[in-house]
């Protein structure tokens, strides 16, 4: 199991994880990208380069298992203040043929070195839907403390959103 940065080699597969969610769970919060456009944008956001007014620097990684692609994480650099009541550091999908099989737990725990050694960060701030019970638990056996519960009003209506700091 390993993380990568998005490339060539993996892109079929990840075509294929967008076609499942697109079939099988396209009413959950999708982090996957366009799979025509993620290589450079990846690029682009991790070098700074041609962001959208207001986005701060990320990084993004697929867990590739199998040679197969299972997942993607991205790591915003700073937090503005969306992103420190409602986005966070970092924020993550599994591919849904892939869910509750310990990938996502697995793919949160290996991007945590790159946020310390690389990245300098000291805690990261990882936010998730009050009632997205496997992503809550994916941050907690990661060590996530919760600070508290904010609201949120954003595009997809008003949700409850839970904030949790990993000390590094
Ligand atoms: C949230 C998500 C990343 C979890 O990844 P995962 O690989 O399924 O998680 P894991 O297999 O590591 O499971 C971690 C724990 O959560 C539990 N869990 C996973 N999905 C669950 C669900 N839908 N409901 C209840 N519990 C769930 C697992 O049973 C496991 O608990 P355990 O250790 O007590 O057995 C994945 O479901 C997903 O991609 N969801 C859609 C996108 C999303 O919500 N991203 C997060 C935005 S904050």
């Known amino acids: 199991m390993k993380l990568v940065r998005p490339n060539e080699k993996f892109l079929t597969s990840y075509y294929e994880a967008c076609k499942e969610d697109d079939d099988y769970s396209p009413n959950t919060e999708r982090i996957f990208g366009d799979p025509n456009t993620i290589i450079q944008k990846s690029r682009d956001y991790e070098n700074g380069i041609n962001m959208k007014h207001g986005y701060v620097k990320a990084t993004t990684f697929w867990l590739i298992d199998n040679n197969q692609f299972i997942g993607e994480i991205n790591i915003r650099h700073e937090l503005t203040d969306f992103l420190l009541n409602y986005g966070g550091h970092i924020g993550y999908e599994i591919r849904y043929s892939m869910r509750n099989k310990g990938y996502g737990t697995k ?32 941050i907690e056996k990661n060590g996530g403390i919760m600070e508290n519960v904010v609201i949120n009003d954003i595009e997809r209506g008003t949700v409850k ?6 000390n590094l």
């Open 107 to 138: 793919m949160l725990q290996m991007t945590l070195p790159y946020c310390k050694e690389v990245l300098k960060l000291q805690k990261v701030l990882i936010t998730c839907d009050d009632d997205n019970i496997g992503s809550a638990k994916v």
């Open 161 to 166: 959103t839970r904030r949790y700091w990993i």
